[in-house]
């Protein structure tokens, strides 16, 4: 079975330029959901969809972000205009059951941004 | 609100030496608790994760945890480390039965390995 996959691996773009990442759960995972480390400081979360809904993107930083999952199945998540402190490690993740806190979050390999 | 520490950013032991990973963490209601482990160039791996069932957790790859709420402490410790444990090792934690799914990370713990 085919984990979570993540493209690109690395975007290195200039500030005021659009990056697009997209993110493929598992297949059949319901729930999927975006997380950011930025360099040094800890992995936190941006929003979660389940299915095509988001369910919470209470951690998304600004409206620069836009995130969507048409059709419940990949995710792409856009920044526009992108902003020196948007560089980080863009992690995406998917779970099978709905509702639990104990699901496991599989992790994809992240997306490396720099924003020069 | 929930919030986790990992006390080192960097943990170095010798080959076959125990291997302790610290974690506390602070929550308003019961917590869910993790470990991940990420590998270099690869995704976050769950080790293992405490769901109220045992205080005791076992994981993968020789790993074990255990829950200790008087000490809101979730502690990743193995008995004799391998040069294939060298990683970086996330704790993270998430509420009980709200139905909010967000995992909220300490900042993790880089383990070395040495001969």
């Known amino acids: 079975e085919a984990g979570v996959t993540q493209f690109p691996s690395h975007s290195v773009i200039e500030k005021g330029q659009t990056v697009t990442l997209r993110c493929d759960p598992i297949?059949?995972?319901?729930?999927l959901y975006w997380y950011r480390r930025v360099m040094g400081k800890e992995i936190k979360f941006l929003l979660h969809f389940v299915k095509e809904s988001k369910q919470d993107e209470s951690g998304m930083p600004n409206n620069r972000f836009l995130a969507e999952r048409t059709g419940g199945t990949y995710s792409t998540l856009k920044v526009q205009p992108a902003e020196l402190e948007d560089s980080g490690v863009y992690f995406c993740?998917?779970?099978?059951?709905?509702?639990?806190?104990?699901?496991?979050?599989?992790f994809g390999p992240g997306t490396r941004l720099t924003v020069l | 609100a929930q919030s986790v520490t990992q006390l080192g950013s960097h943990v170095s032991v010798s080959e076959g030496a125990l291997v302790l990973l610290r974690c506390n963490y602070s929550?308003?209601?019961?917590?869910?608790l993790f470990w991940y482990v990420q590998y270099p160039n690869q995704g976050l791996q769950l080790l293992l994760k405490?769901?109220?069932?045992?205080?005791l957790v076992k994981g993968i790859n020789g790993f074990e945890a255990e829950f200790k709420k008087s000490e809101t402490s979730f502690h990743l410790t193995k008995p004799s480390a391998h040069m294939s444990d060298a990683a970086e090792y996330f704790c993270?934690?998430?509420?009980?039965?709200?139905?909010?799914?967000?995992?909220?990370f300490g900042t993790g713990t880089r383990l070395l390995v040495s001969p």
């Open positions: 297949s059949g995972h319901d729930n």
């Open positions: 405490y769901t109220s069932a045992a205080t």
């Open positions: 993740a998917s779970s099978q059951d709905g509702g639990q806190g104990t699901d496991t979050q599989y």
């Open positions: 929550s308003s209601v019961p917590p869910y």
């Open positions: 993270a934690v998430t509420p009980m039965n709200t139905g909010f799914q967000k995992l909220v």
